[in-house]
């Protein structure tokens, strides 16, 4: 069974590069009847904070898209430590005394091969190192790149194909500090082995820690996974995406917040470096999962277009336009919490939508929805089906404006009170024959009574808005132009 892994360090925010990440695993093995797991790499307690786990959880958690099994690496140092030692014992990694100020670095000239191999201490016999260890001399773990066994080291990546790097430009890396804490080579590639991971899936910055990896793989006699790195996210600009340089629209939870869907979230970051065969792209999360194939996944970077100045392109179009796509979409009944959830938060909930008024509720969602692009638009653009009271937009207020517009509305709202049934028809029947009887177009009533009841000038059907709005309500709006 396949078997994937996510793996962040709580060290951040949760970033929609590893977001993608996340959903290329997870589609994978939803899509080959396989396991996620969640491993939080959280061996470096000192950059490492529940602030950061806490916010990335609830970031993935929005996601919904859950994982099968969570393991954190700090509790699995004894198993980091065990795996040195069998490598030091093996002869396949040694002891490293030289000071840390004093440990060579590749930057400085002359110093290279120093770098590569820490002459001096890559000899050290057994006994003596065994000897400095036992006399409480501090030292790092080092892997000991087998130079003499070739050229370097190979493997196959099922996106960037065949890869290949000389033993020359491998250093001897560290495998655990001073400390004895395991480094991420060391911690990473024992609980790939550990944890059963068929499937290392992860971005293209990590590919030239591969190499190393596989070292370690083959060290430890343990069978390679297969890899497969994701192309990098790029923004606008054609630089690496990241919230220093292209800023909030690099997190995740600015998504949540701002009103997208998750599934409409995920379709956009899933089609950012994959495509389907046939080229789709408004796909639900159960229609991606069907269509998912490693192989479709591109090797170009992808562009996360945005326009930092732009209040409508504040996130890439598309998956602005997807957004939509998925509101519209959607099972009603399945968009009635998310909207639930706005209305709340702005203190518009009221018993009524409890007391079996939910149809009301629901059509007004489901009336509104093709129009919006977000669940906040329901706030931001919605308030008069919620409230009594809302404001009146400049253009709705020189339709009201309108001359004659003010009376046939007030006479409008009296012919309603007559009426026997409230529905569109008979409001439409009334409204035309008002508006011939006055000797006005019918215009001229349709648009004031959409900024009596709305306070706007566009909006769903005039007449579906007046059953909308209920005919109490409208009688009170209409009342009091
Ligand atoms: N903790 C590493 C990171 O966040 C994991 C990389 C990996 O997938 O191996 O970059």
């Given at each position: 069974m396949n078997r994937v892994r996510f793996a962040p360090s709580p060290t951040g925010f949760l970033h929609i590069g590893g977001a993608r990440t996340y959903i290329f695993n997870w589609l994978f093995a939803r899509s080959t009847g396989g396991r996620t797991v969640l491993r939080i790499d959280d061996t470096d307690a000192e950059r490492s904070s529940e602030e950061s786990l806490r916010s990335i959880l609830e970031g993935l958690a929005w996601l919904e898209l859950p994982w099968d099994e969570r393991h954190y690496q700090s509790g699995r140092k004894r198993m980091h430590r065990e795996a040195a030692a069998a490598l030091l014992a093996k002869g396949a990694a040694y002891r490293d005394f030289t000071p840390q100020d004093a440990a060579p670095q590749e930057s400085s000239a002359g110093t290279r091969a120093a770098w590569l191999c820490n002459p001096g201490m890559r000899e050290l016999s057994k006994e003596e190192s065994d000897r400095r260890a036992a006399s409480g001399e501090r030292f790092v773990v080092r892997f000991r790149?087998?130079?003499?066994?070739?050229?370097g080291v190979f493997f196959k990546d099922s996106i960037f194909k065949k890869q290949f790097r000389k033993f020359a430009d491998i250093e001897d890396f560290a495998l655990a500090r001073a400390n004895g804490d395991p480094t991420y080579h060391l911690a990473s590639t024992v609980d790939d082995c550990d944890l059963g991971i068929t499937h290392v899936i992860r971005g293209q910055d990590h590919l030239s820690n591969t190499y190393k990896h596989v070292l370690i793989f083959e060290a430890l006699g343990r069978e390679l996974p297969r890899f497969g790195h994701l192309p990098l996210l790029l923004g606008p600009d054609g630089s690496k995406l990241s919230k220093r340089k292209h800023g909030p629209i690099v997190s995740v939870t600015t998504y949540r917040d701002k009103g997208f869907l998750p599934s409409a979230f995920v379709n956009y970051l899933s089609l950012l470096g994959w495509s389907p065969k046939d080229n789709r792209e408004v796909l639900s999360v159960d229609e991606l999962v069907s269509l998912?194939?490693?192989?479709?996944?591109?090797r170009a970077n992808a562009v996360v277009q945005f326009d930092e100045s732009s209040a409508q392109n504040w996130a890439d179009p598309k998956a602005l336009w997807l957004n939509a796509q998925h509101l519209r979409s959607m099972p009603v009944e399945q968009l009635l919490p998310r909207v639930e959830t706005e209305i709340k938060r702005c203190g518009w909930w009221t018993p009524e939508y409890e007391a079996g008024r939910r149809d009301r509720l629901t059509a007004v969602v489901d009336a509104l929805r093709s129009r919006f692009t977000l669940t906040t638009d329901f706030a931001l653009r919605g308030k008069a089906y919620f409230m009594d009271a809302f404001d009146l937009e400049a253009k709705a207020a020189a339709n009201l404006d309108k001359q004659g517009a003010r009376e046939g509305l007030r006479e409008l709202g009296k012919r309603l009170e007559a009426v026997d049934d409230f529905s569109e028809q008979s409001v439409e029947a009334a409204l035309r024959s008002l508006a011939a009887e006055r000797g006005v177009k019918p215009g001229l009533l349709i648009n004031g009574a959409r900024a009596a009841l709305t306070g706007q000038s566009v909006g769903p059907s005039a007449f579906k808005v007046f059953t909308l709005i209920g005919r109490e309500r409208v009688l009170e709006r209409l009342a009091g132009v």
């Open positions: 790149v087998p130079r003499e066994r070739g050229n998912f194939k490693t192989d479709g996944v591109l």
